[in-house]
């Protein structure tokens, strides 16, 4: 049990390292590519883990009009990265964890401060919690399938830049009206969420460093939890606090959604002022209507600010510890079933 103890601590040790050191680098170095190259060498390393990148022209096609508008300003070319690991039975529907890769986010035409904007590289802690948790995962073998899907591309200025008032079709064929180009980060992850569903998943995780809201909310001491799914909520609040990689639910209520409308399009992709990070998730469940669907937003717990700036690795921890949860849980199951 010691040595099991041991092995399962190096391993979410090293997932959270993997996190942290991805979240750390330049933005000149970290681009979207550099992340796909990333999981490329994650497949390589494991044998349990397969790994494609979808281009701008896959996405074209498949008709990713939200995430590819977040693209339109910058150079970099825009991936979107889905890795596979199989630990589990063939037929076991997997965890989709979906993790927010904006590698650089300058808010677009809605440009940012420029106080503290170099912190903006850490916009893609949510891709690299979902890389070091497929990392732990896969070193200590958990009987599991987990599959990471990361939207990545930057969000820059541009003469070709997503302009506030457009109007994009996302895959869902929904239509969103953009008023703020620096409510990026729903755009790109509402058209992997869409995608998740042709993996018939048996619950789809996001991870955001999505709204300042949250900060303000919860400060760096607990990332915000809102869900569609009652249980898959209590069992990650279940392992955050066994892990110590806190979170806090907040209400994901239907009279928030008003603050959504648009006059013309299915819905705008901010809601005003107040309650943002409710907002933010309540633009999420609307591309989520068909899964067992849980956001965790990491805007206050990514990284850390001041003297000791630099990515914590959240919430590799809660992620790692919700999934070996799962596991055991199902084992339990099993002989029970058996007796």
């Known amino acids: 049990a010691g040595e099991e103890a041991i092995h399962i601590g ?3 040790d090293n997932g959270v390292k993997l996190a942290r050191d991805l979240g750390n680098l330049p933005s000149n170095i970290c ?5 796909a190259d990333q999981a490329h060498e994650l497949a390589k390393r494991f044998k349990a883990i397969k790994t494609e990148v979808l281009d701008k022209a896959d996405m074209e096609e498949l008709g990713m009009g939200s995430l590819l508008a977040v693209a339109r300003g910058s150079r970099e070319p825009p991936k979107l990265i ?3 690991y199989r630990g589990g039975k063939k037929d076991d529907k997997p965890v989709v964890l979906v993790g927010k890769g904006i590698t650089f986010d300058s808010g677009g035409i809605s440009i940012k401060p420029a106080a503290n904007m170099d912190e903006m590289k850490y916009d893609m802690c949510g891709a690299a919690s979902v890389l070091g948790t497929l ?4 070193e200590m073998g958990l009987p599991i399938n987990v599959t990471g899907i990361i939207p990545s591309t930057e969000n820059l200025p541009g003469g070709n830049a997503v302009k506030p008032g457009d109007i994009v079709k996302s895959l ?3 239509t969103i009206e953009i008023l703020n180009t620096d409510a990026e980060g729903r755009l790109i992850l509402c058209d992997a ?4 569903e042709r993996f018939n998943p048996a619950v789809v995780i996001d991870i955001a460093t999505l709204t300042g809201a949250c900060v303000i909310a919860l400060g760096k001491h607990a990332s915000g939890l809102l869900s569609n799914h009652s249980p898959l909520a209590h069992d990650l609040l279940s392992a955050a606090k066994t892990s110590g990689d806190r979170a806090w639910e907040l209400p994901l209520w239907e009279d928030y959604q008003d603050q959504l409308k648009s006059s013309f399009a299915d819905m705008s992709n901010v809601g005003g002022r107040e309650a943002g990070t409710i907002t933010a998730a309540c633009f999420l469940a609307r591309f989520t209507k068909k899964l067992h669907w849980a956001h965790l937003d990491i ?4 990284w850390l600010t001041g003297d000791k700036k630099g990515a914590t690795g959240r919430p590799v921890p809660l992620l790692t510890q919700y ?6 849980e199902q084992h339990d199951n099993a002989s029970e079933r058996k007796s």
Request: hydrophobic letters at 45%; charged letters at 5%.
């Open 10 to 12: 190096n391993a979410v």
């Open 31 to 35: 681009t979207p590519s550099y992340l």
């Open 82 to 84: 889905i890795s596979h």
């Open 135 to 138: 990392a732990a995962v896969a």
């Open 172 to 174: 869902s064929g929904q």
């Open 193 to 196: 969420l869409t995608y998740s």
């Open 299 to 302: 805007a206050g717990t990514a």
């Open 323 to 328: 999934l070996i949860d799962r596991v055991t």
